[in-house]
């Protein structure tokens, strides 16, 4: 097979990107504590210097050391943005004519020509701190295709919602992880749902009062053959599954 023939799993670098974070001067909101967290494809320092020009505001670049180039970073600017939606600041400027598509809840609204939407008031420690930890799932789990839509795996374990989930940081950290006891769950959701497209009637069949037992004594029957203990085991199945 040729190589070239195939579909490269890994995008052209221009589908890959930066997650930024700027800081303003200490004199700048005196008592007060501002980042902007953006997306950017181009060098982050070439990106801070076009701020900088436009809006003639000086940013500071937050040093990350496992800062890196990566694919869907427009997926990880959006989910870093919810998470921090309670800490969200408009910053309006007065030198800046560009518009701004500014993601509310699941709403998306044009601004002002002259509000910045990407500045939260939070610690530059806490800004780094979610967005390593976003950009290290991506990384790490590749939950998206390369058209961006989530994987089989984790559009699954999204569906289950967070019902179980008390909104903390340890949450959290157990939720980005996919651990063999869910890969197991999810087989068996999308194998039921496989046999229930092609065969209604055997999925039926399988989702019958009993059915996984009688599976399992068929199986113990072939494995063991018949005999007093293998007698003993299914009426023993049998008054468990009746009474």
Same mark, same amino acid.
């Given at each position: 097979?040729? =190589?070239?023939?195939?579909?490269?799993?890994?995008?052209?670098?221009?589908?890959?990107?930066?997650?930024?974070?700027?800081?303003?001067?200490?004199?700048?909101?005196?008592?007060?504590?501002?980042?902007? @967290?953006?997306?950017? /494809?181009? =060098?982050?320092?070439?990106?801070?210097?076009?701020?900088?020009?436009?809006?003639?505001? &000086?940013?500071? +670049?937050?040093?990350?050391?496992?800062?890196?180039?990566?694919?869907?970073?427009? *997926?990880?600017?959006?989910?870093?943005?919810?998470?921090?939606?309670?800490?969200?600041? /408009?910053?309006?400027?007065?030198?800046?004519?560009?518009?701004?598509?500014?993601?509310?809840?699941? *709403?998306?609204?044009?601004?002002? =020509?002259?509000?910045?939407?990407?500045?939260?008031?939070?610690?530059? &420690?806490?800004?780094?701190?979610?967005?390593?930890?976003?950009?290290?799932?991506? @990384?790490?789990?590749?939950?998206?295709?390369?058209? #961006?839509?989530?994987?089989?795996?984790?559009?699954?374990?999204?569906?289950?919602?967070?019902?179980?989930?008390?909104?903390?940081?340890?949450?959290?950290?157990?939720?980005?992880?996919?651990?063999?006891?869910?890969?197991?769950?999810?087989?068996? +959701?999308?194998?039921? /749902?496989?046999?229930?497209?092609?065969? =209604?009637?055997?999925?039926?069949?399988?989702?019958?009062? #009993?059915?996984?037992?009688?599976? *399992?004594?068929?199986?113990?029957?072939?494995?063991?053959?018949?005999?007093?203990?293998?007698?003993?085991?299914?009426?023993?199945?049998?008054?468990?599954?009746?009474?």
């Amino acid at each position: 097979t040729n =190589p070239s023939s195939k579909t490269s799993k890994t995008p052209t670098v221009e589908d890959e990107g930066y997650i930024y974070i700027f800081r303003s001067k200490p004199d700048a909101f005196p008592g007060r504590r501002y980042v902007k @967290i953006g997306k950017t /494809k181009q =060098p982050i320092e070439k990106r801070r210097t076009q701020w900088t020009g436009k809006c003639h505001f &000086e940013f500071i +670049h937050v040093k990350d050391s496992n800062d890196k180039r990566f694919l869907h970073y427009h *997926a990880v600017e959006r989910i870093i943005h919810t998470e921090l939606y309670n800490e969200r600041r /408009k910053y309006k400027c007065n030198n800046c004519t560009h518009f701004h598509q500014l993601e509310v809840g699941q *709403a998306s609204v044009q601004s002002t =020509p002259t509000e910045h939407g990407e500045w939260f008031e939070i610690s530059e &420690e806490r800004a780094l701190q979610v967005v390593n930890k976003w950009r290290e799932w991506v @990384i790490k789990n590749e939950p998206y295709r390369h058209d #961006g839509t989530l994987r089989a795996a984790w559009l699954w374990k999204c569906s289950l919602g967070s019902f179980w989930m008390n909104g903390t940081e340890e949450d959290w950290v157990l939720w980005r992880e996919f651990n063999s006891s869910q890969s197991f769950k999810c087989i068996l +959701h999308y194998f039921r /749902k496989w046999l229930g497209d092609i065969s =209604p009637l055997v999925m039926d069949l399988l989702m019958m009062r #009993g059915a996984i037992f009688g599976l *399992a004594l068929v199986w113990y029957f072939w494995a063991w053959g018949f005999n007093f203990w293998t007698w003993v085991v299914l009426l023993t199945a049998v008054s468990v599954l009746v009474y």
